[in-house]
């Protein structure tokens, strides 16, 4: 081997060590909210992205669980004083809280899911998603496939996170009637006057059963529930009740993989990639480029997506896909909009 290629391998074996170094003391620090780490949405996909980063980027990775809205703050101060290098929140309850422990730690990187600031804090990188895209294609699918012409949707909490879901839904319905002269009706949320049903919980599962149970006596044989764990009851009735009577949309995360279970319930999710969102803030940590503003997943970036129809795959007309596939290409090049 020659001097030259000599000093070139040296070069970049050097910097090779240097990153395993740094990555070695680079720790990524997680709190969820009380949904818990295994909720089967958010704050597990968020996690995802911590653990992809531990395993690719050979970072450490810890989480604390909130239990209740009080132990916010303490979670996060913890994480604080654990010599945390990022410190990740999980979830619109947690903006507050995060935005008093970054003001008053300025020297602290902090991201959060589901949230952003204006004005920005600069030491604060914001996740947020354009779930309406996602969910507009949901409701076109749902409106294209009910058999009762009477679809249901419903949220855990009145926030901007869970309506941006619904809101999408009900257009993506109602582009559906207006392609097709159709008159498929969405129960549950109306994007006008901002009102709807809600749970006012992310937790319970016999809320996500009796709203669906309740959404499904009115005629809807499609539910969107946009409550987290909750959603999970209102698979299980599904199954109880059977596909033929009620199917339901996921969100978050794939629930057909998340909730296997309950699998074949699931006509397709509307899915958050908060593990890639999260993993590309880690790597932007890690690798010194980080900074406070806003990160925003989209249908073009691949950050909000509709899962595969799995089990559905050939119950879904093959000219219903194709509508969905250029439905998908006009809102990417903004011949679509999903806000009016």
Same mark, same amino acid.
């Given at each position: 081997?020659? $001097?030259?290629?000599?000093?070139?391998?040296?070069?970049?074996?050097?910097?090779?060590?240097?990153?395993?170094?740094? *990555?070695?003391? =680079?720790?990524?620090?997680?709190?969820?909210?009380?949904?818990?780490?295994?909720?089967?949405?958010?704050?597990?996909?968020?996690?995802?992205?911590?653990?992809?980063?531990?395993?690719?980027?050979?970072?450490?990775?810890?989480?604390?669980?909130? +239990?209740?809205?009080?132990?916010?703050?303490?979670?996060?101060?913890? !994480?604080?004083?654990?010599?945390?290098?990022?410190?990740?929140?999980?979830?619109?309850?947690?903006?507050?809280?995060?935005?008093? *422990? *970054?003001?008053?730690?300025?020297?602290?990187?902090?991201?959060? &899911?589901?949230?952003?600031?204006?004005?920005?804090?600069?030491?604060?990188?914001?996740?947020?998603?354009?779930?309406?895209?996602?969910?507009?294609?949901?409701?076109?699918?749902?409106?294209?496939?009910?058999?009762?012409?009477? !679809?249901?949707? =419903? @949220?855990?909490?009145?926030?901007?996170?869970?309506?941006?879901?619904?809101?999408? =839904?009900?257009? @993506?319905?109602?582009?559906?009637? +207006?392609?097709?002269?159709?008159? &498929?009706?969405?129960?549950?949320?109306?994007?006008?006057?901002?009102?709807?049903? =809600?749970? $006012?919980?992310?937790?319970?599962?016999?809320?996500?059963?009796?709203?669906?149970?309740?959404?499904?006596?009115?005629?809807? #044989?499609?539910?969107?529930?946009?409550? @987290?764990?909750?959603?999970?009851?209102?698979?299980?009735?599904?199954?109880?009740?059977?596909?033929?009577?009620?199917?339901?949309?996921?969100?978050?995360?794939?629930?057909?993989?998340?909730?296997?279970?309950?699998?074949?319930?699931?006509?397709?999710?509307?899915?958050?990639?908060?593990?890639?969102?999260?993993? #590309?803030?880690?790597?932007?940590?890690?690798?010194?480029?980080?900074?406070?503003?806003?990160?925003?997943?989209?249908?073009?970036?691949?950050?909000?997506?509709?899962?595969?129809?799995?089990?559905?795959?050939?119950?879904?007309?093959?000219?219903?896909?194709?509508?969905?596939?250029?439905?998908?290409?006009?809102?990417?090049?903004?011949?679509?909009?999903?806000?009016?």
């Amino acid at each position: 081997m020659n $001097n030259g290629l000599k000093l070139a391998v040296g070069s970049v074996v050097a910097a090779f060590c240097a990153t395993a170094v740094m *990555a070695a003391d =680079f720790t990524a620090c997680q709190v969820t909210d009380t949904g818990g780490i295994d909720d089967n949405s958010f704050n597990q996909t968020a996690w995802k992205g911590v653990q992809d980063a531990e395993a690719e980027l050979g970072v450490g990775a810890r989480f604390l669980e909130s +239990q209740a809205e009080t132990d916010y703050e303490a979670n996060i101060n913890s !994480l604080i004083a654990g010599d945390c290098d990022i410190i990740i929140t999980v979830g619109f309850l947690l903006g507050d809280a995060t935005e008093t *422990a *970054a003001k008053a730690n300025p020297e602290q990187k902090f991201s959060i &899911v589901d949230y952003a600031y204006d004005p920005s804090i600069p030491n604060v990188l914001g996740q947020v998603y354009a779930t309406d895209e996602a969910a507009f294609l949901a409701g076109y699918l749902a409106a294209g496939m009910t058999e009762t012409g009477i !679809l249901g949707t =419903f @949220g855990g909490i009145n926030i901007p996170p869970v309506t941006i879901f619904m809101d999408g =839904f009900h257009r @993506g319905a109602a582009y559906y009637n +207006q392609q097709n002269g159709a008159d &498929v009706t969405v129960l549950g949320w109306n994007p006008d006057t901002r009102e709807g049903l =809600f749970t $006012n919980n992310f937790d319970s599962l016999d809320d996500g059963r009796a709203f669906a149970q309740n959404l499904y006596d009115e005629g809807a #044989d499609i539910v969107l529930p946009v409550a @987290g764990p909750v959603g999970i009851g209102s698979a299980a009735l599904a199954d109880e009740l059977g596909v033929d009577a009620l199917k339901i949309i996921g969100v978050d995360a794939d629930l057909y993989e998340t909730d296997p279970e309950k699998g074949h319930v699931y006509l397709t999710s509307v899915t958050k990639r908060m593990d890639s969102t999260v993993y #590309d803030v880690i790597e932007r940590a890690l690798n010194g480029k980080f900074e406070g503003g806003v990160l925003v997943g989209t249908l073009e970036s691949g950050g909000v997506d509709l899962a595969p129809f799995h089990d559905f795959e050939d119950a879904v007309p093959d000219e219903l896909k194709q509508q969905l596939e250029a439905i998908r290409a006009g809102i990417i090049d903004g011949s679509i909009s999903v806000a009016e």
